[in-house]
């Protein structure tokens, strides 16, 4: 039986109005299956342009749209959590306000919800601010026991493309900052907590990759965040000792080699969603 879905999507300052704009249409009117309901989370002030934006979407909107300011810019971890209190459905749509996503998006991913899922991302298409230019594609895994395995080293979803619900989210503790990676941190406390995952092989997202996006892959802070997102795995019992040191090597080595360097083992091993691939065990 088909349940009603929110759209959790978050904004500030540094978003673009125009991508927002075609983020917002693309996610609720251009679907096969809209979304029941939007809540807007604006995490601060925002520029004029974007506040525009934001006003025309929530006058026009197809579907109900709750708009919440928060006066002071918190973080999306915390904006999140705020987000999905104000959320009136178990089941709640991630969207980012620069992606795009594409028709049959939701009509392909809700039912596996419904199916009994907890926690269902899909597949991705890289472009660049050309909608045209593609310039990867990420594949995910898509099988409970692959992503689980696959968890103890990457990130097996990709934020931006999932649907989960709320009370899943809530029992793994909801989202906590850590840096920049309060996803993936969520994500492994989730299939800890006995989270029923999936995902959708096709790219059913269009991810836009601005200038830098590489280069914020690397560097001293994305490495004290890795390092801090690791032993808190190592804490909770999530990886083992030997899958921890394999991970702070592997991915710390990743954060400070050269940047064209990171570019092709993204690609190689990352993007393509079948490069590294090691068991549970290892």
């Not at 500030?12 to 917002?24: E, G, I, P, Q, S």
């Not at 099988?143 to 899943?168: G, K, L, M």
């Not at 000792?241 to 080595?253: A, D, F, T």
Request: charged share 25%; proline share 5%.
């Amino acid at each position: 039986m088909a349940e009603s879905f929110s759209l959790l999507l978050p904004v500030y300052r540094a978003d673009d109005a125009a991508h927002f704009l075609k983020a917002f249409t693309s996610s609720v009117g251009e679907q096969s299956r809209r979304p029941d309901e939007v809540v807007l989370v604006q995490d601060g002030p925002v520029e004029a342009e974007l506040a525009d934006a934001l006003a025309s979407v929530v006058a026009s909107s197809p579907v109900p749209v709750v708009h919440h300011v928060i006066a002071e810019n918190i973080g999306l971890a915390r904006a999140l959590s705020i987000g999905l209190e104000l959320c009136s459905h178990d089941i709640v749509a991630r969207m980012d306000a620069d992606d795009i996503s594409l028709p049959s998006r939701f009509e392909l991913q809700l039912p596996l919800v419904e199916s009994g899922l907890d926690l269902v991302g899909t597949g991705m298409y890289e472009f660049l601010d050309e909608v045209g230019s593609i310039v990867g594609r990420r594949v995910p895994r898509t099988e409970q026991h692959e992503i689980v395995s696959y968890a103890r080293f990457h990130d097996p979803f990709s934020h931006p493309t999932v649907v989960y619900r709320r009370s899943a989210v809530k029992h793994a503790g909801g989202y906590e900052p850590l840096g920049l990676m309060e996803d993936y941190w969520l994500f492994a406390r989730m299939i800890h907590a006995g989270a029923r995952v999936g995902n959708v092989a096709d790219p059913l997202v269009m991810y836009r990759v601005g200038a830098g996006a590489y280069a914020r892959r690397g560097g001293r802070e994305q490495w004290k965040s890795e390092r801090a997102l690791q032993r808190a795995f190592r804490r909770i019992g999530f990886t083992t000792r030997r899958q921890y040191v394999r991970n702070i090597v592997v991915r710390g080595v990743y954060r400070f080699i050269p940047e064209p360097i990171r570019k092709v083992a993204y690609r190689t091993f990352i993007a393509g969603g079948r490069g590294l691939a090691p068991t549970e065990s290892q």
